[in-house]
């Protein structure tokens, strides 16, 4: 039985499977699907919240530009509290009235998973594993996660600040693959890149490249330390067989470039899913490095970021895992998950609703893979859990049609 909407606690909700679908042509989606640049409330909800932090930007700017009068920073402190205050209360009231509005109720929606297995890895003391990842090499399902000092607790303060585990500076990211029996035990895990320092590489998404397999990661160069906040990121290759790591140079010269996500690969041609707004598609050569970008759309107003891989359901539809950040009471900071189905031209065709696969909290899904007519699906719950689900791919369409 679903407990009520929003925890008011860290409450962990069970994977409820839902009864009564009706079989649909999936090729015929319904009005209640979010319509792209077409939804009342996700735009009501975006437009307030946007200029709700238009304001406040402007009014923390001015409050800062005082800090140089020593006798006003007490007073500039306290100020920028109630502004922290103040702006957690309105996402989180902005995020139940927009899941409430998109839900039809104050139940979340769950996808109906037909198995949930947790992937338990034994790991020394503070070192966690999470948001593992998943594809399909000759026949075969492999599995590789990142391994960390650090993790978040989703549970925050009165400013929205979260809790965390483990280290509290000097992030060491890794690398395992691991195997799974039949009955989603970890058999065996091996090291694939040792915990260390940045530079490092974090959260890996796997992907086949002419017949191999390699891992598509965020490549951390420089961490915020001390008085100097900056951090640089970029997208990098870490090829399997050969252990190079290939970093992709940001197209619009940013110091944060990260989570985008391989589509396919064509004669030493990738394509990537670089944003989601506008709606753009990088295009790499292997070889050289050379990027370059195709919009496929520039209207969309969407806040999706991250998410899995592409994988594709049948001749005229692929679909995606993507994700948006919002905040809960008590909570803080969580992520939600939609599908996102896309044509053969990489344009968008339909939005889910926002689903949880078990429960309010981080659920990174970083992994997809179909195996044979059911998708696979991996996620990490909390920094602290992982998961593998398992869906008939009819089963998901007829209830993302519902």
Not at 62 to 87: D, E, H
Not at 266 to 295: A, M, W
Request: charged share 25%.
């Amino acid at each position: 039985m679903l407990t009520d909407q929003f925890p008011s606690s860290h409450i962990e909700f069970n994977n409820v499977g839902h009864l009564g679908y009706r079989a649909k042509d999936p090729n015929s989606w319904p009005s209640n699907f979010v319509k792209v640049g077409n939804s009342n409330s996700w735009n009501s909800t975006m437009d307030m919240t946007k200029k709700f932090s238009q304001e406040f930007k402007k009014f923390r700017i001015g409050i800062k530009s005082l800090a140089r009068y020593r006798a006003l920073v007490p007073i500039i402190r306290t100020l920028q509290n109630f502004y922290l205050i103040f702006r957690f209360f309105f996402d989180c009231r902005s995020t139940r009235r927009y899941l409430i509005r998109e839900w039809g109720s104050k139940y979340p929606n769950y996808i109906p998973l037909e198995s949930c297995d947790e992937i338990k890895i034994a790991l020394g003391n503070n070192v966690f594993a999470y948001n593992p990842t998943v594809c399909v090499d000759r026949g075969q399902l492999r599995f590789f996660t990142r391994i960390t000092n650090v993790a978040n607790i989703p549970k925050a303060n009165l400013f929205g600040q979260l809790q965390k585990r483990g280290a509290k500076s000097g992030t060491l990211n890794g690398i395992i693959e691991f195997k799974l029996d039949d009955s989603y035990e970890v058999k065996t895990y091996k090291e694939l890149v040792k915990l260390e320092r940045v530079p490092n590489l974090e959260d890996p998404k796997a992907f086949v490249i002419d017949n191999h397999v390699v891992l598509f990661c965020n490549l951390v160069i420089k961490e915020p330390d001390g008085h100097d906040r900056t951090f640089i990121s970029k997208n990098a290759i870490f090829d399997l067989d050969s252990k190079s790591i290939q970093a992709i140079e940001s197209p619009y010269s940013k110091n944060i470039e990260k989570n985008w996500i391989p589509i396919d690969e064509r004669d030493g041609n990738l394509r990537l899913f670089y944003s989601c707004n506008p709606l753009n598609i990088l295009h790499l050569n292997l070889k050289d490095g050379f990027t370059q970008i195709e919009v496929i759309d520039d209207s969309l107003e969407l806040d999706f970021h991250g998410g899995s891989q592409v994988i594709r359901v049948n001749e005229d539809l692929l679909v995606r895992v993507v994700r948006r950040k919002m905040q809960i009471k008590d909570l803080g900071m969580i992520a939600i998950s939609y599908l996102m189905f896309h044509n053969n031209n990489m344009s968008i065709n339909k939005i889910s609703k926002p689903f949880l696969f078990r429960k309010f909290g981080f659920e990174i899904c970083n992994g997809l893979a179909r195996e044979d007519d059911s998708l696979v699906f991996t996620w990490g719950e909390d920094d602290y859990r992982n998961y593998i689900g398992k869906i008939k791919i009819q089963k998901l369409l007829d209830w993302a049609s519902t």
